[in-house]
C-alpha cells in the first residue's frame, strides 16, 4: 500500500508562486513505469491532469495549459519518493484542489483511471 501525503497548498494573490509537495510512502513501485503526478479539480470543473513524471527516466509531461507556467520535478535523494510542482505566474482560474496521483503506468499518464493511489488533496486559491 502506499500512501500520498501533500502539502504547499494555500492563498497567494495573481502572478504569485506556491510550490507543492507529496512525499510517497509505504511499498512504492520500483518499476520502469512507476509514475506521479498531479491533477487538479476547480470548482464545478471535472478533474484534470496537470503534469506528471516518471521516476527511473526522470521524463516529465505537461497539460498544454501548464507548459511554461508549472514544472515538476522529484527528489531521489530522500528516502520516501517525494515529487513537488512548482507554480508560477498563478492566474485566478489555476484555483483547485491539487491532487498527487502515484502508479506504474505503461501507458499515457495523463488519464487519471491510470493511477492506483491518490493523496487527499491540497487546496490553492488565487485571488487578489
Known amino acids: 500500500q502506499v500512501q500520498l501525503i501533500e502539502s504547499g497548498g494555500g492563498l497567494v494573490e495573481p502572478g504569485g508562486s506556491l510550490r507543492l509537495s507529496c512525499a510517497a510512502s509505504?511499498?512504492?513501485?520500483?518499476?520502469?513505469?512507476?509514475?506521479m503526478g498531479w491533477f487538479r479539480q476547480g470548482p464545478g470543473k471535472e478533474r484534470e491532469f496537470v503534469a506528471a513524471?516518471?521516476?527511473?527516466?526522470?521524463?516529465?509531461?505537461?497539460a498544454d495549459s501548464v507548459k511554461g507556467q508549472f514544472t515538476i520535478s522529484r527528489d531521489n535523494a530522500k528516502s520516501t519518493k517525494t515529487v513537488y510542482l512548482q507554480m508560477n505566474s498563478l492566474k485566478p482560474e489555476d484555483t483547485a484542489v491539487y491532487f498527487c496521483?502515484?502508479?506504474?503506468?505503461?501507458?499515457?499518464?495523463?488519464?487519471?483511471?491510470?493511477?492506483?493511489?491518490w493523496g487527499q488533496g491540497t487546496q490553492v486559491a488565487v485571488s487578489s
Open positions: 496521483a502515484a502508479g506504474n503506468i505503461p501507458y499515457s499518464p495523463t488519464s487519471a483511471r491510470h493511477y492506483n493511489y
Open positions: 513524471i516518471r521516476w527511473g527516466a526522470d521524463v516529465t509531461y505537461y
Open positions: 509505504g511499498q512504492t513501485d520500483t518499476s520502469v513505469y512507476y509514475t
